[in-house]
C-alpha cells in the first residue's frame, strides 16, 4: 500500500470520529488528539477501526507511538 | 460468578496502615480530633490553602518535594512547599490586585499545569471560590458553567481562550479577566498575561479572616432534567480531604502519590491537589492523558507508593498483553485505590494477579466533596464491593415511600444509598438553586442518587443510578444538556439520550434520534450530527453513538422515557409502562 493510501484512511478514519474538524488540515507532526480534540476513548476506537480495515495488530502498549499523523504513518507504513 | 474475599496480612504490609481495624477507627473517630490536626489561621479561621500550602512552607517540610510535575514533552518541573506557598500567594495577589473580592468566583479551563495548582491555591487564599473545568468540555458546557458560576475571572490558555471561549464573551458581561497561562504579552485590557502579571505580584499576602463556612469550591456537575447544578464546598471540608488522606489513602510522610484524575473533576481537586497537601506528601501530576506504557514508566521511575486511578484506566491496562512487572519495576507500589464508577470484580483480582496488590475502590461524589465508603489497606476485599463507610459516616440504605423514606434494614436489599448529613465536606448548596438542594434531603438523610444494598457483614455494593444521570468515563453527563445541543440542528425534532453499557468506559452516551419530516436518515447525516453535537459539547460529553428513530417513548405528560429507551437498547423486560403514551 503507497503512503498517499494509507494516509487516506488515517484521515477517513478520523473524520469518522471527529466529523465536525477537517483532519486534510492536520499537519504531520501535530498531536492527533489535541489538535481534533478526540478524547482517549475516540482514539481506541480509531484505533480498533484501523485494526479491522487494515488488519494490523496495534498492541495498547504502543498507543503512545501513534500520537501524529507522521508517527503513524512510520508505525503502520512497514505493516501494510 | 463470586469471587473470593481477598484476605489481608498486617503482618506482610510494609507500612502498617492508619486504620488497622475499622470498627475501631469509627469509634473512635470525632471531627474535633481531626480539626485539632489542621493549624487553623493565626487569628482564628480556617483556609484550605493554608492548611495545605503556607503551614507546611512555614515549617520543617519547606523543602519537601510538594509537586513534581511531567510536562507530556518530557520536561519535570520539581515545586517544593515553599514554591507553592509562593506561586499560590503571587496568584493570591494578582487576584487582590484586578480587584477579586472574597467569594467571586475564579474558573480555571486548561491542561494539568503548575499554574492550575497556583490558582487553585491563590484562589483560596484569596477567599475567592475556586471553579476547575474539564479541558475538553465544548464551548457550550463552558459556557453554561461559567455562566451559571457568575465567573469574574478565567484562567486558561490561548488555544483554549481561542477555540472556546473567546466567541462567548458577549454573552458572559460578568466575565471581567482573562488570565493566560502561556501568553507573554497581554492581549488588551481584560485577556491579560499571567506570566506576566505573576512575575509583578509580592511575594507576601496576609490571607483574610476565614470562616470554615465561606465557600472555596464550586463543582459542577451534570443534572437529570436541567442543565448541570454547581455544588458548593466550604473551606470545612478539609478535614474530609485530611481524614480520607490519612484513613483511605494511607498517606505517609515519605509517600508519592499520584492521583490519575483531572483537576476538572472532584476527584482530581479533593485528591489531586487537597488531600496529599494537606499531608505534607509528594504528589504527582502528569500533564499527559492515559498511555499504557507511559503509565508504568511513571509507576516505575517515580517510585509511586500510592496510587489513585480508575476503573476505565485499569481496564485499558488489563488489555495490555503481558505481565507488567516482568516489564516494569513496581516494587516501590504498595496501595492502589480507584474511584469514578464501580470497579468490576475482574478488575480488583486481575490487580492482585498482574500488579501484586489488589485494588480498592471506594465510593463517593461531587457532593460529598470526599471518600464516603471505602475499601481500606487492611481490610479484606470483597470483589466487586464499594467497601464500608468511613469513619465519621453513617450510610445506609432506604426506600422512599409515600411518607418520606424508610431504612432498610435486611441485608442484600436493593434501595438508595442516603447520608446521614453532617460531615465537614458535605455540599452547602446547589448555587443559586435552593428547592433542588433541599430536594436531595429526606426525613434528615441525604439521598444520594445511587442505588445500592449493603451485606450481612456491613460491606455496599452499588447496583446502579437511580435517575437518568449517564456516567461515563468515571464523568457523569446529564441527557438533557445533550438531547438540548442535538435539538438545535436543523434536521432534529427529538432527541433521547441515555448511557449504553460499555466494558471500558461504563456506559457511553448514545443518542436516539428523530428527524424532522425531509431528512434521510443516513451515515452522513449520522456523522454530521456527531459532528455538530462534539463542536458544542465537546468529546467528554457529545454521544459517541447515535440510531435514528421513528419516534420516543414518552409518558402521558411528554416526558421522554429514557429508561425504556435504555430497555429496549438492553433487550431487558420493558417494566412497568402504565405512564407511557401510546404512539
Sequence with gaps: MSEAELKTILLDGLRKIAPEADPTTLRGDQNIRETLDIDSFDFLSFLIALHDKLGVEIPEADYGKLSTLDAMLRYLGPKV | MSFDPIRKDLQALRVTPHLVDHEQARAAHSWEAVRAELQGLPGGGLNLAHEAVDRHASGARADH?????????????????????????????????????????????????????????????????????????????????????????????????????????????????????????????????????????????TIPPTSPEDMALLHFTSGTTGMPKGAVHVHQAALT????????????????FWCTADPGWVTGTSYG????????????????????ERWYRILEQQKVTVWYTAPTAIRRLMRVPGEPRAQ?????????????????????????????????????????????????????????????????????????????????????????????????SMFRAYLHDEARYAKCFVNGWYLSGDLAKRDADGYFWFVGRADDIIKTSGHMVGPFEVESALMEHPAVAEAGVIGKPDPLIGELVKAFVVLKPGNAANDELRLDLI??????????????????????????SGKIMRRLLKSRELGLPEGDLSTLEND
Design chain 2, 328 to 424: 516494569h519495576d513496581l516494587s516501590a507500589l504498595r496501595l492502589i485505590h480507584s474511584v469514578g464508577e464501580p470497579l468490576n470484580p475482574e478488575a480488583v483480582v486481575w490487580g492482585q494477579r498482574a500488579l501484586g496488590l489488589p485494588i480498592h475502590d471506594n465510593w463517593w461524589q461531587t457532593e460529598t466533596g470526599g471518600i464516603m465508603i471505602a475499601n481500606y489497606a487492611a481490610m479484606d476485599i470483597r470483589p466487586g464491593s464499594m467497601g464500608k463507610p468511613l469513619p465519621g459516616i453513617d450510610a445506609v440504605i432506604v426506600k422512599r415511600g409515600e411518607h418520606g423514606i424508610e431504612e432498610i434494614t435486611q441485608p442484600d436489599v436493593e434501595g438508595e444509598l442516603a447520608l446521614k448529613p453532617g460531615w465537614p
Design chain 2, 241 to 256: 480531604h485530611f481524614a480520607t488522606g490519612r484513613y483511605v489513602l494511607d498517606l505517609h510522610p515519605e509517600d508519592v
Design chain 2, 273 to 292: 491537589i487537597f488531600a496529599p497537601f494537606l499531608h505534607g506528601v509528594t504528589n504527582l501530576v502528569d500533564e499527559a492523558d492515559f498511555d499504557a
Design chain 2, 531 to 556: 459532528g455538530f453535537a462534539r463542536k458544542r459539547l465537546g468529546p467528554a460529553v457529545a454521544p459517541k453513538e447515535i440510531a435514528f428513530v421513528e419516534s420516543l417513548p414518552k409518558t402521558r
Design chain 2, 65 to 205: 518535594l510538594a509537586l513534581r510535575w511531567l510536562g507530556k514533552d518530557g520536561t519535570v518541573r520539581d515545586l517544593s512547599y515553599a514554591d507553592m506557598a509562593q506561586g499560590s500567594t503571587r496568584f493570591a495577589n494578582v487576584l487582590r490586585a484586578l480587584g477579586v473580592a472574597k467569594g467571586e468566583r475564579v474558573f480555571a479551563l486548561m491542561g494539568r499545569v503548575p499554574e492550575l495548582y497556583f490558582a487553585a491555591l491563590g484562589t483560596l487564599k484569596n477567599v475567592s471560590v475556586f471553579c476547575p473545568l474539564f479541558s475538553q468540555f465544548g464551548p457550550e458546557p463552558v459556557w453554561q458553567r461559567l455562566n451559571r458560576g457568575d465567573a469574574k475571572v478565567l484562567v486558561t490558555t490561548q488555544v483554549l481562550y481561542e477555540k472556546k471561549v473567546a466567541a462567548l464573551r458577549e454573552r458572559l458581561p460578568a466575565l471581567q479577566f482573562i488570565l493566560l497561562a502561556d501568553a507573554e504579552d497581554d492581549l488588551d485590557a481584560t485577556v491579560r498575561s499571567l506570566p506576566r502579571l505573576m512575575a509583578a505580584a509580592s511575594d507576601t499576602f
